[in-house]
């Protein structure tokens, strides 16, 4: 009974490890010229005993995950940088990552990215057919531009060939 009692009492005196992020979830807003955007995650070692990020896993491959080191001693302050590809997402889009870690209370973490692209036009109709046999008339697409800054169309093309 009294080594049961003992044991109890020096429970909360444990070494663990603890890793405490300022925010789970970030959002960002692109630019239309934004290629990529970043996004950081701060965070603070907790705990009382070494943290080690083992693994930093995206769910998309438009993304990557990066931390300047795996270990960190308690009271020692990191981030995780996470670079997303903007490509041709458009509107919201949300992706995460999983960072794992030697912390047993909570080995793995999610950080949800949130990204905005804006729409910077719009075409009506969104795409265009001419049947087999009908005749090869001009068809008419309209370009709405929802951007405030204006907008020079460069170049148009078929995505067939032997469409011009």
């Known amino acids: 009974m009294k080594r049961l009692l003992c044991t109890l009492l020096a429970l909360p005196m444990l070494a663990h490890a603890g890793i405490e992020f300022e925010s789970t979830t970030i959002k960002s807003t692109a630019k239309p010229e934004d290629e990529t955007v970043d996004f950081f995650f701060k965070f603070k070692i907790t705990g009382d005993k070494i ?95 929802l951007s405030k800054d204006p907008v020079n169309i460069l170049k148009y093309a078929s995505t067939r060939a032997n469409v011009t």
């Open 51 to 145: 943290v080690r990020i083992t693994d930093l896993e995206v769910s998309c491959g438009c993304m990557e995950a990066i931390t300047p080191q795996g270990e960190y001693e308690p009271n020692a302050k990191g981030e995780v940088k996470v670079t997303m590809k903007v490509g041709s997402i458009e509107g919201e889009s949300a992706k995460y990552i999983t960072v794992s870690t030697n912390d047993p209370e909570h080995p793995t973490i999610q950080l949800d990215c949130i990204i905005d692209v804006p729409k910077i036009y719009e075409f009506s109709p969104m795409t265009t057919s001419w049947n087999l046999g009908e005749k090869p008339v001009t068809k008419e697409v309209k370009i709405k531009i």
